[in-house]
Structure formats: C-alpha cells, structure tokens
C-alpha cells in the first residue's frame, strides 16, 4: 500500500521534477567543474599533483562515509528537511572553497560540499521515486537520469569557460549561487507529506552504531581502492587497510542483522529482483568506468587534442545518455526493466570492445561513435535498473535504498578505476615506461603513447568482461507483472 502514496497529482509531479533536477545538475557539475579547475589550483598553491589530488579524494570519502547514514536520517526525519540541509551546507562550503587562502582550507570546504551532496544524491532519488506513481517511477527516473547526461555534458565546458575567465574560485562561486538558488525553490515548492520521509513506527530509532560502523568500513575500503599514496598492492598498508575494512564490513552486517532498527535492512537482499539489479548496477559501473577515466588521457595526451577541444568530443557520451535517458525510464514503465537492462548493457560490452580497438592514430569519428554507443547503452540500463530497484522495496524505504543505489554506483566506479590503473601501469612498466602519464605524448606510437595505449586496450578488454557478467545478472531479475505495472 505504501508505494500507492507515490500517485501525486501531474501538476505536482513534473514541479517538483523541476525543483528537484536542477539541484541535481548542480551536485552532478561539481565533480567535473572541479576536476576542470584542479591544474589552475595547484598552480596557485604551488602543489604538486598528489597533494592537490586530495581536493577530489577528500570529497569522495566523505560522500561515501555518509550516503548511507544520510539516506537513513531523510527516511526517519523527512526528505524534504534533509534536502534542504544538504543543499545549505553545499553552498556554504563552497563558498568557503572560494574564499580559500590555502589547501587545507580548501579541502575543508570541500569535505562540507560533500557532506551536503551525500545528504542530497540519494534522498533526490527518493523524493523523484515518491511523488511519480508507481506506474511511471521509470519515467521519473529517466528524467533524472537525462538529467545527469546533461549535467555531465555542461560541466566541463561551463567550468572551462568560467577557469579561462574568471579563474578556478569562479567555480565555486558559481556553485555557491546556483545551490542557494535551487535552495529557496526546494523549499517554497516541495511538499513534506508528497516527496516523503517521517517515518515514526514503533521502535523507529536512528542507528548510530551501524551508522558509524559502515561510515568507517566504507571509506576505508574506498581509500584503500584508490590507494592515493601509490603503495605496493601486495604491501602490508593496502592489504591491512583491506583486511581492516572488510572486518568493518563483517561486523556492520552482524549488527544489522540483530539490532531492531538497522540502518539498512538486510532482508532487502532476500528479494531476488533487489540482489540481482544490485548486483548487475555495481558490475556495470565497474566496466563502464574506464571510459571517463582513460578517453581524456587518450584523446589529449596521445592524440594532442586541447581540454576545451576534448570536452566538446567527450560530450557525444554525455549526449547520448542524456537523450535515451528520456525515454528508457517511460519505455521500461510499459514494456518492463528487463529488456532495456539488457540492451543497454549488450550495448556497453559493443562501446567496450570497440574502445579496445583503438589505436594511437585512430580516427576521431571512431572515438565519438564509441563514445555514443557507450552513453545510448547506459542511458538504456540505468533508470529501469533504478526503478527495477527501488520497486522491490517500500516507499518508506526510498530514503536508504536511494542512497544505496548511489554507493553501489560510486563503489563500481572506483573500483573500476583502481583496476583500470593497475592494468594500465603494468602494461607500460612492462614495456620499460615508468607508467607516469605526462610523457606519454613525448614517445610516439612505439613509445610511451603506443605502451598507454596496449594498456588501456588491455584495459577495456578486462572491463568488457564485468559488463557481460552485469548483463547476465540484470537478465536473472526479473520483470513486475503486467498487471503491477499498470497500477
């Protein structure tokens, strides 16, 4: 009965998409404004790349640390406060990332920046899911998901332009102002009881232990991923750090599963549809990871394309996954997830492949056709996956599962890039380069750039294989009836 609350009127459904979306574009845009401005800081704080580096590690331990808890606090205290709250610390925090005078300034602010985009990514997901009827929640999260493709396309072009103009604290300026924008209109047009939250049930209580723990085992694990300090991967500091956050891990799940008031209900794991669509999300952000990660060092580095001429090429992806977006989500309302699960991910595998085809004089349509076919596939897969999800639960739940769907997003993609780096550094150590990128352009086809490039072939070829096995999972879930999603 809980998820009939979700039938909103129309009226009030797509205003509040448009409140909602915006505030989304803004958190998506983050990630890649300030990538495009992290040279420009380094410059001006006479940093080298590791130490300026921290500027995005700091940022996503912090978003790992409290997408669960958050998801949990908006469930029990109410999506809309949540949201709001979020919205204020990221506007503040970037702010104080404006005003900066130096780095450890700086990543304080972008800690605050982060803890308010944990408290917003998973509870937007929620407030989306709650107020589309069951019957179009696949719409709805197209849209969101549209909504992202085309964060993911503005953003490296409008942080250019501002980091060219204006200078790198522009960004953040920019940032500060559209969140306090998206701020007052969440609060003047979101209504409390519609977009959910306030659960108070009979021994409804936060769980803190729980909260603490997985904070504590989830950002160890991804620090320990991304291994920042370039460690040996059989060293004791990664492999302890490993074992460590996978004892956090145990004891999270023994918790969870004997306290009255988890901070995510394991039985969730039960339902077959839940566990299979998780599963299939994690390995398709893993093999999909690479693309973002490799095609910029690919397209600069060994074809000797300028940022601003590289963010434009990079766009078709973000193109693409903002345009089917649009219409898988509805599709999937009618016709089920299943189908458009599988095709976006058969998809992926063919971008992946071709991808692995590459070469150091590759012809530019062919890195835009790859780069296409890779932003229709997942534009296809990712809302159905979504509300493939979020439909084996109640709608009291949106809260934590939403925030769930954003971790197991964030995981596959780090640890896609972990295993990308390795591949990529061995391959190049192996044909006598250092595997440090900056002079990859220096050596030509047989040197650095023909090594960076066996890598990142070798690369792909590694990740197409994760896409298969994503594929295999998201065709075991399976599909509501008819009857359930006409309802």
């Given at each position: 009965m809980a998820q009939t609350e979700g039938a909103a009127g129309d009226g009030y459904k797509w205003r509040a998409f448009w409140v909602i979306a915006p505030a989304l574009f803004i958190t998506v845009m983050d990630f890649s404004g300030t990538g495009v401005a992290l040279p420009s800081i380094a410059d001006?704080?006479?940093?080298?790349?590791?130490?300026?580096?921290?500027?995005?590690?700091?940022?996503?331990?912090?978003?790992?640390?409290?997408?669960?808890?958050?998801?949990?606090?908006?469930?029990?205290?109410?999506?809309?406060?949540?949201?709001?709250?979020?919205?204020?610390?990221?506007?503040?925090?970037?702010?104080?990332?404006?005003?900066?005078?130096?780095?450890?300034?700086?990543?304080?602010?972008?800690?605050?920046?982060?803890?308010?985009?944990?408290?917003?990514?998973?509870?937007?997901?929620?407030?989306?899911?709650?107020?589309?009827?069951?019957?179009?929640?696949?719409?709805?999260?197209?849209?969101?998901?549209?909504?992202?493709?085309?964060?993911?396309?503005?953003?490296?072009?409008?942080?250019?332009?501002?980091?060219?103009?204006?200078?790198?604290?522009?960004?953040?300026?920019?940032?500060?102002?559209?969140?306090?924008?998206?701020?007052?209109?969440?609060?003047?047009?979101?209504?409390?009881?519609?977009?959910?939250?306030?659960?108070?049930?009979?021994?409804?209580?936060?769980?803190?232990?729980?909260?603490?723990?997985?904070?504590?085992?989830?950002?160890?694990?991804?620090?320990?991923?991304?291994?920042?300090?370039?460690?040996?991967?059989?060293?004791?500091?990664?492999?302890?750090?490993?074992?460590?956050?996978?004892?956090?891990?145990?004891?999270?799940?023994?918790?969870?599963?004997?306290?009255?008031?988890?901070?995510?209900?394991?039985?969730?794991?039960?339902?077959?549809?839940?566990?299979?669509?998780?599963?299939?999300?994690?390995?398709?952000?893993?093999?999909?990871?690479?693309v973002w990660f490799l095609v910029p060092f690919y397209l600069q580095n060994v074809q000797g394309y300028e940022p601003r001429a590289m963010g434009f090429v990079i766009f078709a992806g973000a193109f693409g996954m903002a345009v089917t977006g649009m219409f898988s989500g509805f599709l999937s309302d009618r016709f089920g997830f299943r189908v458009f699960t599988v095709a976006g991910l058969g998809l992926s595998i063919a971008a992946g492949l071709a991808f692995a085809s590459l070469r150091p004089a590759s012809p530019l349509y062919a890195v835009v056709a790859a780069l296409l076919m890779n932003g229709v596939g997942q534009g296809l897969w990712m809302a159905p996956n979504m509300s493939a999800t979020l439909g084996a639960v109640e709608r009291s739940d949106y809260g934590i599962v939403g925030a769930f769907l954003n971790l197991v997003r964030n995981a596959g993609t780090v640890t896609g890039v972990a295993l990308t780096t390795v591949i990529v550094t061995a391959v190049m150590v192996g044909r006598g380069f250092t595997g440090d990128l900056g002079g990859v352009a220096e050596g030509g086809d047989g040197g650095a750039a023909g090594a960076f490039v066996a890598g990142m072939r070798a690369a792909f070829l590694v990740l197409v294989c994760f896409s298969a096995v994503a594929l295999l999972a998201a065709i075991m879930a399976r599909d509501s009836p008819r009857s359930e999603r006409a309802a």
């Open positions: 001006d704080f006479a940093l080298w790349l590791r130490d300026v580096s921290w500027v995005t590690i700091a940022a996503s331990l912090t978003i790992t640390a409290f997408l669960l808890p958050m998801g949990r606090v908006a469930d029990l205290a109410g999506r809309k406060a949540v949201h709001l709250a979020g919205l204020a610390l990221f506007a503040g925090g970037a702010l104080l990332a404006a005003l900066s005078v130096g780095l450890p300034m700086l990543i304080g602010a972008r800690v605050v920046m982060a803890t308010g985009l944990a408290m917003g990514q998973g509870v937007m997901t929620a407030m989306i899911a709650s107020v589309f009827p069951p019957r179009e929640r696949g719409r709805g999260l197209g849209m969101l998901t549209a909504t992202v493709g085309a964060a993911s396309s503005v953003g490296p072009i409008a942080a250019g332009f501002l980091v060219g103009t204006f200078g790198w604290r522009s960004v953040f300026v920019c940032f500060a102002v559209l969140a306090s924008v998206a701020l007052v209109l969440g609060a003047a047009v979101l209504d409390d009881a519609r977009v959910g939250g306030r659960r108070r049930g009979a021994g409804e209580r936060y769980d803190w232990v729980g909260a603490v723990i997985s904070a504590a085992a989830l950002a160890l694990a991804i620090y320990t991923i991304n291994n920042p300090r370039e460690l040996a991967w059989t060293g004791w500091p990664v492999v302890g750090g490993g074992a460590i956050a996978a004892a956090f891990l145990a004891a999270f799940v023994w918790w969870e599963l004997r306290v009255r008031s988890p901070m995510i209900d394991l039985r969730f794991f039960r339902s077959a549809r839940f566990s299979w669509a998780s599963s299939a999300r994690y390995l398709g952000f893993v093999g999909n990871s690479a």
